[in-house]
């Protein structure tokens, strides 16, 4: 079975740009989490979609939004694109049903580089 | 928030030796542990993970153990071979949600 894919793998944006990342879970996952990593660093949660609503987001600004499709893959949208959102952005899936933690899964994750 | 600390930052061993990576958390009401294994290029790979209601658990070469009073669970890889070589990562989930908190990250070299 496939993992969890990502795309584009790079990406070369300049400052106050916008850009769109797509993430497709693996088949039968119906939560879908994005994370950031920059360099060096651990990853850092950004959102949490499951049934297409938002279920958790975490301490980014209103530039970063987010949505899930009715087949269960996401988009991560960045606007204004500042020289600091370059980094490793990460999707994860997980058959988490609603509550409880159920182990999440990534994919590859798409390098984002702003100049 | 739930807080996670990882030791060592870095960490260096012959082939063959053993290698442990610990990592703490703040939240008593964590019960569930995963620890990621990042290679270059790619994003983390799930390599195992423990509930809070068993105190060790092993798949092959590697294994975890949990103390919960202490809050504090380890990562234990037996036999390393150079294809260990990579960052490893603990998380933690804050409770209820799938939100995970990632501890800094170890650097794992396996010399030969």
């Known amino acids: 079975d496939a993992g969890v894919t990502q795309s584009p793998t790079h990406l070369i944006k300049t400052r106050g740009q916008h850009v769109t990342l797509r993430c497709s879970p693996i088949?039968?996952?119906?939560?879908v989490s994005w994370y950031q990593q920059v360099l060096g660093q651990g990853p850092q949660f950004i959102f949490q979609?499951?049934?297409?609503?938002?279920?958790g987001r975490g301490n980014f600004p209103d530039r970063f939004s987010a949505r899930q499709f009715p087949n269960y893959s996401s988009e991560l949208n960045v606007n204004a694109l500042l020289l600091g959102d370059s980094a490793l952005y990460l999707c994860?899936?997980?058959?988490?049903?609603?509550?409880?933690?159920?182990?999440?899964?990534f994919g590859d994750g798409t390098r984002l580089s702003i100049l | 928030g739930e807080n996670v600390e990882q030791h060592p930052s870095t960490l260096s061993v012959q082939e063959g030796d053993s290698a442990v990576i610990k990592c703490t958390y703040s939240?008593?009401?964590?019960?569930?542990f995963p620890w990621y294994k990042q290679e270059l290029g790619k994003g983390p790979q799930l390599i195992i993970d423990?509930?809070?209601?068993?105190g060790e658990k092993k798949d092959q070469r590697i294994a975890v153990t949990l103390n919960k009073t202490a809050k504090h669970f380890s990562l234990h890889i037996t036999e390393t071979q150079p294809e260990d070589s990579a960052v490893y990562f603990c998380?933690?989930?804050?409770?209820?949600?799938?939100?995970?908190?990632f501890g800094q990250g170890t650097r794992l070299t396996i010399n030969p």
């Open positions: 994860a899936s997980s058959l988490f049903s609603g509550q409880g933690n159920q182990p999440q899964h």
């Open positions: 088949s039968g996952h119906k939560s």
């Open positions: 979609y499951y049934e297409k609503e938002e279920r």
């Open positions: 939240d008593s009401a964590s019960n569930y």
């Open positions: 423990i509930r809070s209601n068993v």
């Open positions: 998380a933690v989930p804050i409770q209820g949600a799938q939100k995970l908190v």
